[in-house]
């Protein structure tokens, strides 16, 4: 059995692919294979608080099984680039090509398996304990992460969503690292913000009743906002308008929710203005603009209340934790 610090191989006598790995995280060092005729396709990398495993193989032997290995609670994405692969929970669980499944494992192990086709996947871990930090900074997160009511679980899954452009775009950032033996851990670790931060925004839950008008709306809406944010001409007379409901229907399907019409068009406003000041050099004033901020103090004003920081020093603290 070949493993990796927590991955385990089923068999090691599956005949692997021999040519040199080109996946997503082919920047990582080359694993150490216990047996030089068995050519591992997969790159692995871990930490305190994440974890990344990518297999990827043009055709293997026979099936292959992988036991997943994480200490208690676990948030897990597990990112389907090409064929059918399965995992196993409680009950298994198909995985289709170029679909991406978020769920969370309460317990120790748990299966992935391939058959003997093309395979291709990535598997990104987060320790639980994180997840009241992260639905604190993303407040829209916490529908996802609502208290279940079984209490003797082993895994929750939290929902699906297929791998469109933009997460692919994100995914295509990897191929842009160098492996540093220090650094490269955290900026891995600010890579898996941004992916899980977009991941999130789209997520719907699994057991959404379709009958409940309200609920359908406001997933509905939410993807609306989503999809036009950027629009200086939307509000909630557009939105409503967008989506052939009254002012007052919408308003009452944003109700309970982490955030009310015009505050999720905000939201979303933020989040990207958050985004583009760490990941360019703009000039802030011209980012507040692109948004459609009505003046740079204004954004400024409400970043602070958001973030509780200003725009200018959030950007200066990115730039002093790439200097690390």
Request: with cysteine.
């Amino acid at each position: 059995m070949f493993k990796t610090n927590f991955v385990h191989f089923s068999d090691d006598h599956v005949i692997y692919n021999c040519r040199p790995f080109d996946g997503y995280l082919a920047f990582l060092p080359q694993p150490i294979e216990t047996a030089p005729e068995t050519h591992l396709s997969y790159r692995s990398f871990g930490g305190k608080d994440f974890c990344w495993f990518e297999f990827k193989d043009t055709k293997l032997s026979a099936d292959l099984s992988m036991q997943i290995t994480a200490p208690g609670n676990y948030l897990w994405l597990l990112i389907n680039m090409r064929t059918g692969i399965s995992l196993t929970l409680d009950t298994r669980h198909l995985v289709p090509n170029d679909m991406l499944l978020c769920y969370q494992t309460l317990i120790d192990d748990h299966m992935i398996s391939l058959d003997n086709n093309s395979s291709w996947f990535l598997l990104v871990g987060m320790d639980g304990l994180k997840l009241q930090e992260l639905t604190t900074e993303y407040a829209q997160l916490k529908p996802l992460f609502a208290t279940v009511a079984e209490e003797d679980i082993s895994h929750r899954i939290i929902g699906t969503m297929n791998l469109h452009a933009k997460l692919k775009r994100i995914l295509n950032g990897l191929q842009q690292m160098e492996f540093r033996p220090f650094s490269t851990y955290y900026q891995l670790a600010n890579w898996n913000i941004r992916f899980f931060r977009h991941v999130f925004q789209e997520m719907e839950p699994p057991s959404i009743d379709r009958t409940d008008h309200e609920i359908e709306l406001y997933y509905k809406a939410m993807a609306y906002i989503r999809d036009n944010f950027y629009d200086d001409q939307i509000n909630i007379k557009t939105v409503a308008s967008a989506l052939h409901v009254s002012e007052s229907t919408l308003k009452r399907a944003f109700q309970d929710k982490p955030f009310k019409v015009t505050e999720q068009i905000i939201e979303f406003r933020l989040q990207e203005a958050k985004e583009c000041i760490r990941n360019s050099d703009k000039p802030i004033a011209t980012i507040a603009s692109s948004l459609n901020f009505a003046c740079p103090k204004n954004f400024k004003r409400l970043f602070i209340k958001r973030f509780m920081i200003s725009p200018l020093q959030y950007r200066d603290s990115m730039r002093l934790k790439r200097l690390f």
